[in-house]
């Protein structure tokens, strides 16, 4: 497994943005599959984007597609979500996630395909 910390959440207005940091341990990174998933208060937990190991391939939640976007850099073992246009209801614990085991290279929108996780950050848009 690979070793993965998030950064960049925080208070936003409705209609601002973030950028949210995910830092991954290891050397195999550039093999890995990424994801971003979120959990709100008393809800599950829910896919909100994922990258393929060369960053060529993207798949997103029909509910941030347009607004969100995932991005990576190999060369610093980091992958990204830029969150545009925020809104109430994007409020949640975000994570990001891997299959550390480089099995998968089509981003997948499955939680039991990645295999470490962040402890998450917290992301709260105000009304």
């Known amino acids: 497994q690979v070793q993965l910390v998030e950064s960049g959440g925080g208070l936003v207005h409705a209609g601002g943005s973030l950028r949210l940091s995910c830092a991954a341990s290891?050397?195999?990174?550039?093999?890995?599959?990424m994801g971003w998933f979120r959990q709100a208060p008393g809800k599950e937990r829910e896919f909100v984007a994922a990258?393929?190991?060369?960053?060529?391939?993207?798949k997103y939640a029909l509910s941030v597609e347009g607004r969100f976007t995932i991005t990576r850099d190999n060369s610093k073992n980091t992958v990204y979500l830029q969150m545009n246009s925020l809104k109430p209801e994007d409020t949640a614990v975000y994570y990001c996630?891997?299959?550390?085991?480089?099995?998968?290279?089509?981003?997948?929108?499955?939680?039991?395909?990645?295999?470490?996780w962040g402890q998450g950050t917290q992301v709260t848009v105000s009304s």
């Open positions: 290891g050397r195999t990174f550039s093999r890995n599959l």
């Open positions: 996630a891997a299959d550390s085991f480089g099995f998968r290279v089509v981003p997948t929108v499955l939680i039991g395909n990645y295999d470490s």
């Open positions: 990258i393929s190991p060369s960053g060529g391939s993207t």
